[in-house]
């Protein structure tokens, strides 16, 4: 299998035992699930259970298939080919809000590339109640089986938005009420002196370069993180995930 072809598959994958997890748990379609043939104990037993359950099926394999089809390397003895994730619209956030009678609550993503993060981005995002998150078409990490796992699976349950022009979806997001904080070591206020009681986005930019600056013009705040230590900036999953619980404790104890 050349490079190219493995990267294309890796989209339509998930990797990890908690991943594909909750993945059976959601409900979604799977094409294939291969687990690894030897003794089955801990939560391979709920993945084969889970399976059963939702008429999914499985097949054992040895470990070196795994092997050469991961791309995560960390593929935990089991590995799930799914259709290609199903990007959302913009709207698709906002009507969820409005289902759950909740402010909008909504992440902004601008030039983060790093897979990683993303995953640590999406999990923290579906754990603090955000309604959805929106990257770029360029220069953004893609939903893939290292993000997958890297969320915990939290992609499952997570309405992701890829749009065209970032500039543009906030214009559209401010005629919805909503305001928009941008993080930015050049911010007047510190992100926790801010009242997030309407509807909200928070824009993350790359860790090498920010926000564009378009996009940073189009924001109505600028907010920033207290820094003590002689290292100035942190990494863009932690920095989110900062603001992202303040926004949670914030309308929590609204």
Known sequence: MDNNNKSEESLNQVEGRNSVIEL?????????????????????????NLAKKNKVVFTEVEKVKLDKMSTTHNHQGVIAIVPPYEYCEVQDILDLAKERGEKPFIIILDGIEDEHNLGSIIRTAECS????????????????????????????????????????????LKENDIWIY???????????EEKYDSGVAIIIGSEGF?????????????????????????????????????????????
Do not use: W
């Open 24 to 48: 059976l748990k959601s409900g979604k379609d799977i094409n294939k699930l291969f687990i690894q043939k030897g003794e089955k104990h801990g939560s391979i037993i709920e993945i084969i």
């Open 182 to 192: 941008g993080t930015d070591m050049e911010g007047k206020t510190f992100y926790n």
């Open 129 to 172: 109640g955000v309604h959805g998150i929106i990257i770029p078409k360029r220069r953004s990490a893609l939903v893939n089986a290292t993000t997958n796992k890297t969320s915990a699976g939290a992609v499952q349950y997570m309405k992701i938005a890829r749009v065209n022009n970032l500039t543009e979806t906030i214009k559209e």
């Open 210 to 254: 920010g926000m564009s600056r378009l996009v940073k013009e189009n924001c109505d705040f600028l907010v920033k993180i207290p820094m003590k230590g002689k290292i100035n900036s942190l990494n863009a999953s932690v920095s989110a995930g900062i603001v992202m619980y303040e926004v949670y404790n914030q309308r929590r104890r609204n």
